[in-house]
């Protein structure tokens, strides 16, 4: 690596002499008088990168027209690639940072002096860490897998063990993605013991926070809670604005599959000030499209609506894949609002948008919601079909919020089918689920369930858990679910009429 870093020097010092090069370093930070100076510049590249992107990127980009200018060696080249990647990363423009990262992988192919090979191998491993990420940003999980496998081989034989933590990381990020959560665990306590060990607190926050996402998949919301909190103190010490957002837009989320819909908003609005901030598109619209789900829920219709495009429109700025979440949004609107055709329409989308990224979750969550609007639209049968897809995905996933979800609209259209021992059974098999998330809206809607089942032979019964939800949700302002819950009350046959 001796080689590098002299050849980091000599950027240095052309960049300090714009009568060496025709590119101007004038006002990025770069316009030091010496050497030392822009030096240090470029060696505080990781900590600008999180505090402001934007000046980060234009740093890089204006040390990469002077390296071009001076044809440094093709390590340096690709160092600083690496470098421009993660600022167009950090900005969400992740499609941008995937082929800088794939150009600076050909740089080094060519290597051959053997005094560059040890700092090629170190780079290479880098840029294919970071590749893997930007990969999976895009949703390319088999393109994800070989950059990091081959990252971690690298690393492994060159016994770089602190950056094998990092690769090891990323590799969870892209198991948890295809539903494999218990490998996903594994890496990201491997990643954090590495980190520990060699003192890497940016590296002990990023698996901190994937430990929550880990708890949060597996349906442990308290863990989830816990690992979040941790990693968000720990990227409010570093700085880590981008990693505070993503994890503010976790906890929110969490908050909201609890029913804390006013702490979820605090979280959201916290990371959308955070993702602006930075220029973020890709956080921004996520939390985006969960702050509309929040907004669907207390009612707020034409709301959820409007913060919902907007969420699609910073993706599309980015040329983020990951719209499914969007479309799913807003097809819960419109069934909220009784147009079940357009928001099946909406379904469709999200489920060939999640299937387009190989995004299990998604694919499921559309299913669901498919089957739901099909139920609305009076096709029980075809919703039976999509809720038999999404169980089998759920369950292949290990995702039992999902799969407790799927069970009690199952049973609600069993019900409408005269099936009512199925429907029994598909409550029974929600049960265990519903009462682990107490006071969550996955139990209320357990509870709608309940009394859908019992309309016809215990209307009272029913009429009472009716009752009890109405009230729990009025009193957390939970609209739509009030809404629910006070038709079917008034579908139900008075006393004296049974």
């Known amino acids: 690596m001796d080689g590098l870093y002299a050849a980091w020097d000599e950027l240095a010092r052309w960049i300090a002499d714009p009568r060496e090069s025709d590119a101007s370093p004038g006002g990025f930070g770069l316009d030091s008088p010496d050497a030392a100076g822009v030096r240090g510049v470029l060696d505080a590249f990781w900590d600008e990168v999180h505090a402001a992107p934007a000046r980060a990127l234009l740093q890089t980009e204006t040390a990469l027209a002077v390296a071009d200018a001076h044809g440094v060696s093709p390590v340096l080249r690709a160092e600083l690639s690496r470098r421009q990647a993660t600022a167009l990363f950090s900005l969400g423009r992740s499609a941008e940072s995937a082929r800088v990262l794939e150009a600076g ?25 970071f590749l893997g990420n930007a990969h999976l940003a895009q949703g390319r999980v088999p393109r994800a897998l070989v950059a990091l496998e081959e990252a971690i081989a690298i690393a492994r034989a060159n016994h770089m063990e602190a950056p094998l933590g990092v ?21 990201y306590l491997e990643g954090l013991r590495i ?5 890497n607190r940016e590296g002990e926050a990023v698996n901190l926070g994937n430990l929550g996402l880990v708890r949060q998949t ?22 880590d604005r981008r990693s505070a957002a993503t994890l503010e837009a976790n906890l929110g989320l969490v908050c909201a599959e609890r029913g804390e819909l006013e702490e979820a908003t605090r979280s959201y609005q916290n990371a959308l000030t955070l993702a602006r901030a930075l ?10 499209v969960r702050q509309a789900g929040v907004a669907r829920e207390l009612g707020a219709f034409q709301q959820a609506t409007e913060l919902a495009d907007h969420a699609e429109a910073c993706l599309a700025e980015v040329g983020d894949p990951r719209r499914g979440s969007v479309w799913n949004e807003r097809g ?37 919601d498919l089957g739901r609007s099909a139920s609305q639209l009076g096709h029980p049968a075809e919703a039976m079909g999509h809720f038999q897809r999404a169980l089998v995905v759920a369950r292949d ?15 609600e259209a069993l019900l409408v089918m005269g099936d009512t021992d199925g429907a029994e059974a598909a409550l029974e098999s929600a049960a265990d689920r519903a009462s682990a998330r107490k006071g969550s809206l996955l139990e209320a809607r357990y509870q709608l369930g309940r009394a859908l089942a019992l309309a016809r032979t215990q209307p009272e019964r029913a009429r009472t858990i009716l009752g009890e939800t109405l009230i729990r949700a009025r009193e957390r302002g939970f609209k739509a679910l009030a809404s629910e819950a006070e038709r079917l009350e008034g579908g139900l046959a008075k006393p004296g009429e049974e």
Do not use: C, W
């Open 105 to 129: 992988i050909a740089l080094l192919d060519g290597v051959e002096d053997v005094g560059e090979r040890e700092g090629a191998a170190a780079v290479r491993a880098a840029i294919l860490g």
């Open 167 to 187: 690769y090891l990381s990323s590799l969870g990020n892209a198991r948890i993605f295809v539903g494999d959560a218990d490998s996903a665990e594994e890496y």
């Open 195 to 199: 980190a520990r060990k060699h003192r």
């Open 218 to 239: 597996l349906g442990d919301p308290d863990g989830a809670e816990h690992y979040y909190r941790e990693a968000l103190e720990l990227a409010r010490e570093l700085g």
């Open 279 to 288: 220029g973020d598109r890709a956080t921004e619209a996520m939390a985006l």
């Open 332 to 368: 819960r609107v419109q069934l909220e609002l009784g147009d079940a055709e357009e928001a099946r329409a909406f379904f469709e989308r999200a489920l060939e948008a999640a299937t387009g990224i190989g995004d299990r979750r998604g694919e499921a969550v559309a299913h669901y």
């Open 397 to 411: 996933l290990g995702d039992r919020d999902v799969d407790a979800l799927v069970q009690i609209a199952r049973a």
